[in-house]
């Protein structure tokens, strides 16, 4: 039983844990938002870096505009690979050579999902969640039927022994989130993995939700594959491109299913036939778009800058705080908290359950405060190392007490 505090920390506190804060700085690289709001969604769409601004009307005005097509043999095409290693090296804990950007998450899940089920023949089931996210479920449940394959469902949040239960002869692969859109709860990677490798299954991981908020180790957990976005907490842009991880090892057996001319080797022999490019590369379809790419290329600069360390810190201070606030303000209005209380298991949001909390948010938003609304009863706030400020949490939660108390 953890000690709670009765009495929650006065905005003064709140003020001088920004005081303190090593990242604090951080946030005057971004570009401001409207006077006086409170954004608690940078999960799900994350601030624009100052840089951003600047490297797109360089690339529009001189990499574009002066130099034209030439430009794709001055870096454009490398950009891809170039941002992957960044990633990878910045928060993954991957070894470069394995990690590519391009297309959408829910493209990403289609091809590695698709080229899991190719590598592991004779083998009919895939294991997911039920509280994936939609599109991950979506995915699944398309491959399934076209291949004519079923999906065993874990009912409740992914642990090594309830998977251990899943797995068996017949799974082809396990896909899973990492953490949590919903609670923001860490699945344990490297034991899960060994379960389902115990099998003689794969597994791919989804990452949206932690990349670039909390470390992750993806070559040390024996990760065969993973995806993610990197308009959450990478702040690359809407609708940025996503990238891709296949563990090296795993890379010439992989086959993905779009077969585009910039995935195959030499794409400007413009050969008959198809012949996947050499290593990750294989993984590409078609032309990379250039005006996502950099953008993505500016935040995650910034992430490495910082640290996926201290950015891991400082969102467990955040989310401690809130949580605290939580229990001092919002539990006795009919909140109940939906992210685990210990640090080591959340990443960086906390989510409060409320049987209004469709409601509740809209005046929140109208009250200039931006969380997110998760049907059917869930208030997520998102709260992104670089640009959130203890203050914001303090501001943020003492107006949704206001507003619950007066409903
Ligand atoms: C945000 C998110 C996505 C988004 O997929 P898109 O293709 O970018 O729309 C997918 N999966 C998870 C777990 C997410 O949190």
């Known amino acids: ?34 006077a006086g709001l409170i954004y608690l969604d940078g999960n799900s769409l994350g601030r624009p870096p100052r840089a951003t601004r600047d490297r797109l ?54 091809k590695l999902i698709s080229a899991a089920l190719d590598a592991r023949p004779g083998r009919d089931e895939i294991v997911t969640d039920r509280h994936n996210f939609p599109t991950d479920r979506y995915v699944v449940e398309g491959l399934a039927r076209s291949r004519g394959l ?6 409740e949040e992914p642990e090594p022994a309830a998977i251990g239960e899943l797995v068996g002869e017949r799974t082809a692969l396990v896909t899973l989130s990492h953490v949590s859109f919903r609670s923001a709860a860490i699945a344990d990677m490297a ?18 939700h932690s990349a670039g908020s909390i470390p992750v180790a993806l070559d040390a957990s024996g990760t065969d594959l993973a995806v993610g976005c990197t308009y959450k907490f990478l702040n690359g842009g809407p609708g940025a491109p996503a990238f891709m991880y296949a563990r090296e090892e795993h890379q010439t057996a992989l086959a993905q299913p779009i077969w585009g001319w910039i995935g195959r080797r030499d794409p400007f022999e413009m050969e008959q036939g198809y012949v996947p490019a050499d290593g990750v590369s294989a993984l590409l379809s078609g032309t990379p778009g ?7 290329e500016e935040g995650v600069k910034l992430v490495a800058e910082a640290g996926i360390d201290a950015i891991h810190e ?44 469709r409601e509740l ?4 938003i109208d009250a200039g405060v931006i969380p997110d609304f998760r049907p ?26 206001g507003i619950a108390a007066a409903v």
């Open 57 to 110: 009307l360089r690339l529009v005005e001189r990499e574009w505009g002066e130099r034209l097509i030439r430009s794709w043999d001055e870096g454009w095409f490398e950009l891809p690979r170039r941002i992957g290693d960044l990633i990878a090296s910045a928060c993954l804990g991957a070894a470069p050579g394995q990690t590519i950007v391009a297309d959408s998450t829910t493209v990403c899940l289609y």
């Open 314 to 357: 400082k969102g467990r201070a955040l989310t401690a705080l809130a949580i605290e606030l939580h229990d001092a303000w919002l539990a006795e209005l009919g909140f109940a908290l939906v992210t685990p209380r210990d640090p080591e298991r959340r990443g960086a949001h906390v989510s409060v359950g409320h049987a209004r909390a």
């Open 361 to 364: 948010s809209r005046a929140l």
């Open 150 to 155: 079923g999906v065993r469902w874990l009912e």
């Open 1 to 34: 039983m953890t000690v709670r505090r009765q009495v929650a920390l006065s905005r003064d506190e709140a003020l001088a844990l920004d005081g303190s804060d090593p990242l604090a700085g951080f946030r005057e690289r971004f570009l401001p938002a409207e």
């Open 376 to 401: 059917p009863d869930v208030i997520r706030l998102g709260l992104s190392p670089l640009t959130t400020s203890f203050a914001d949490v303090w501001d943020g939660l003492d107006a949704l007490r």
């Open 191 to 208: 034991a899960i993995n060994e379960r389902v490798h115990a099998a003689g299954a794969l597994v791919l991981w989804d990452l949206c």
């Open 290 to 296: 250039v005006l996502g790419l950099v953008a993505v």
